[in-house]
């Protein structure tokens, strides 16, 4: 098969590679979550903090 030489990906670079973009996704992903259910009792009234 004439394919990508490189596939599958090695493990010492490529897969590192790949589990960081992944965790990068998963926090940003968890942060927007939090944003938005922020947002949301914000926007619903309720005082997070009061003052």
């Given at each position: 098969?004439?394919?990508?030489?490189?596939?599958?990906?090695?493990?010492?670079?490529?897969?590192?590679?790949?589990?960081?973009?992944?965790?990068?996704?998963?926090?940003?992903?968890?942060?927007?979550?939090?944003?938005?259910?922020?947002?949301?009792?914000?926007?619903l009234g309720i005082r997070i903090y009061p003052?």
């Amino acid at each position: 098969m004439s394919g990508n030489p490189k596939w599958p990906p090695d493990d010492d670079g490529n897969r590192r590679w790949m589990r960081h973009t992944f965790l990068l996704c998963l926090l940003l992903f968890f942060l927007s979550v939090i944003q938005f259910a922020i947002g949301l009792l914000v926007a619903l009234g309720i005082r997070i903090y009061p003052i």
